[in-house]
């Protein structure tokens, strides 16, 4: 029998393609479907950023519980924790992720769990002192 479920994902890409065209060609339909749907629902917007946020929260504490949960250094254990890159290059990763910090975190827990050594946890003191050596040094 036919299975309209099985046909959509073996034509994933086709059906992709195809709605991407239809997209286009009626932009201003699409445009004014939004923006209605945000004026009649107000609250959307709102919750999809605080949505973000918990879950940006959540996945940021998975990460800190795989990288030890305390400072590689001191041992120091609370808020000012950050996420060390070991070999730098923590600034342009950052920007790559524009704003959102869901979408940072989510990339590192990605790394981390397939088995990379590049990231650590330092308190604000250790990765200051890190930062400046590396800056003056
Ligand atoms: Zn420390």
């Keep these: 029998m036919f299975n309209i479920h099985q046909w959509y994902l073996e034509n994933k890409e086709k059906v992709k393609a195809q709605h991407d065209i239809y997209r286009k060609s009626h932009l201003?339909?699409?445009r004014e479907y939004t923006n209605n749907y945000r004026i009649l629902h107000p609250d959307y917007i709102?919750?999809?950023k605080v949505n973000r946020q918990n879950m940006a929260k959540k996945i940021k504490s998975e990460l800190y519980q795989?990288?030890?949960g305390k400072c590689v250094i001191c041992g120091y254990v609370g808020t000012a924790l950050c996420i060390d890159h070991v070999n730098g290059g923590g600034?342009?990763?950052r920007k790559e992720n524009g704003s959102s910090d869901y979408r940072y975190y989510r990339k590192i827990l990605g790394k981390i769990k397939?088995?990379?050594k590049d990231y650590q946890l330092l308190c604000a003191n250790?990765?200051?002192e890190k930062e400046m050596s590396r800056r003056y040094s």
């Design 46 to 48: 709102v919750n999809c």
């Design 28 to 30: 201003e339909k699409y």
């Design 126 to 128: 250790h990765n200051l």
């Design 114 to 116: 397939a088995g990379s």
């Design 91 to 93: 600034t342009k990763e």
């Design 66 to 68: 795989l990288l030890g």
